[in-house]
């Protein structure tokens, strides 16, 4: 039987069953757009509210109360000359010295016998410093803007903490702080020492430099290790070795190790560099050498994909006018990839600098009182230093913690910022 072709019928777009059909698919397109809109908004809602936290609450502890406390080295118990703080012995001599005890007295005689509980307990280092500084004021008296107390300091600002809100002591310390602000005894403002101190068991004392110039150390150690080898092993997968199975193995591998959490590399550190190689614990150079192995597969990823991105017609070209495959490397292809692999090697930076549970499992979570001065002193870094304030039952660190986050914020958005300008700069449209 001879088969007949039927004609095709044009579709009939003004059909009630394709009117449908249509109508359904406007409002499959519309919900999908609210959707999307809706996920955008939930995010920044969540990021503005994380922000909004981290910025009412740190930026307090970039400041920090004060109160005047009058002393008169001739009239105390000191026992010092002018001449024993200069030469050699005058550090001994200063160590020698009673100064918290005078501190403490003077402090005692111009707020009474509770005087002592308004003045930091570090407060005297402030005065020891002054003394080094100018000896001449052992022969005199001098009023010295000395650290309050953690109470005083919350009572400054009408609070006293969650757990503290409803008790006699808070609720004194704030009648304590106006009535001094009467008599201008004491103030607030910006405190340096935040920046420029390291850590410490009294929050009024605590900075951040000791563990921001650990985290400079360590990125680093990572820096000098990571991009060289990243980049050379990205060159040497996408330009030169050949493709078997060897290779496909080595790509998934290094794929694979992107993936691995950053726990596991703490641990090979301590395997590795700590336990057989018997480098310093909570030392900079192994905190480096830890993160160099989390970052690189991170580069050698970037690097990759930013050498595969220049078009063959640039090789061609290269290598039609006469250079040598090398030269088509180095004058032509690494050159346009610069960008992705700059962008890569500083997001991978990013991740490192950010990171907490590798440094913990190297150490690197000691009580650290001074800034490291080399790659093998001991060192902290800024992220394991907030996940150590935020452990602390003293409420006076709940404001550095919040202060360190924005600060590190602040550094993770400087890097950012440099790898979109990288990006933009060296950045090649064909």
């Known amino acids: 039987m001879a088969a007949t072709n039927a004609p095709v019928q044009p579709t009939d777009w003004k059909a009630a069953a394709m009117q449908k059909r249509i109508r359904g698919r406007y409002r499959a397109e519309k919900r999908f757009k609210f959707y999307g809109l809706a996920a955008v908004v939930l995010s920044a809602g969540f990021l503005a509210f994380l922000l909004f936290t981290m910025v009412s609450n740190g930026l307090r ?3 920090q109360s004060e109160i005047a406390v009058p002393i008169d080295f001739a009239a105390s118990d ?15 001599a200063l160590a020698a010295a009673d100064i918290e005890g005078v501190v403490r007295d003077a402090a005692i005689a111009e707020y009474g016998e509770d005087g002592a509980a308004l003045i930091s307990n570090g407060a005297w280092l402030r005065v020891r410093d002054a003394l080094a500084a100018n000896p001449e004021l052992l022969t005199s008296g001098e009023t010295f803007w000395l650290q309050a107390s953690t109470e005083l300091d919350l009572g400054s600002r009408g609070d006293v903490g969650d757990r503290r809100s409803a008790s006699e002591t808070g ?12 008599q201008d005894k004491v103030r607030r403002g910006f405190s340096w020492t935040f920046l420029t101190a390291s850590d410490s068991s009294d929050p009024s004392l605590a900075g951040i430099w000791g563990a921001l110039k650990g985290s400079l150390l360590t990125m680093f150690v990572t820096l000098l290790l990571a991009f060289p080898i ?9 330009e030169y070795a050949p493709k078997n199975r060897w290779t496909d193995l080595i790509e998934v591998s290094i794929n694979n190790l992107a993936a691995v959490p950053s726990i596991i590399f703490g641990l090979l550190g301590l395997a590795v560099f700590i336990n057989v190689f018997q480098f310093p614990r909570s030392a900079a150079i192994v905190g480096g050498l830890t993160l160099a192995l989390m970052t690189m597969p991170v580069i050698v990823i970037a690097g990759r994909n930013a050498i595969k991105s220049v078009p063959p017609s ?15 490397l180095t004058h032509h292809v690494l050159p346009l990839s610069l960008p992705g692999i700059l962008t890569g090697t500083i997001i991978g930076m990013s991740r490192a600098l950010g990171e907490t549970a590798p440094l913990l499992l190297i150490g690197m979570r000691a009580f650290v009182a001074s800034p490291p001065e080399g790659l093998t ?3 902290t870094a800024l ?28 550094f993770l958005l400087a890097m950012n910022g440099l790898a979109i300008w990288l990006r933009n700069k060296y950045e090649q449209r064909w």
């Open 61 to 63: 502890g970039f400041t």
């Open 78 to 92: 000191l026992f010092l000359e002018p001449a024993q703080l200069e030469g050699e012995g005058a550090d001994a």
């Open 171 to 182: 609720a004194e310390m704030i009648t304590v702080w106006d009535r001094l602000a009467e």
């Open 230 to 238: 990243g980049v050379l092993a990205a060159v040497y997968l996408e």
């Open 314 to 328: 640039i090789r061609d070209a290269a290598l039609g006018v006469g250079a040598s495959p090398v030269q088509v």
């Open 377 to 379: 002193d001991p060192a």
């Open 383 to 410: 992220p394991v230093q907030i996940f150590l304030w935020s452990d602390e039952l003293d409420p006076g660190f709940i404001e550095k913690t919040s202060a360190a986050i924005i600060v590190l914020l602040l």
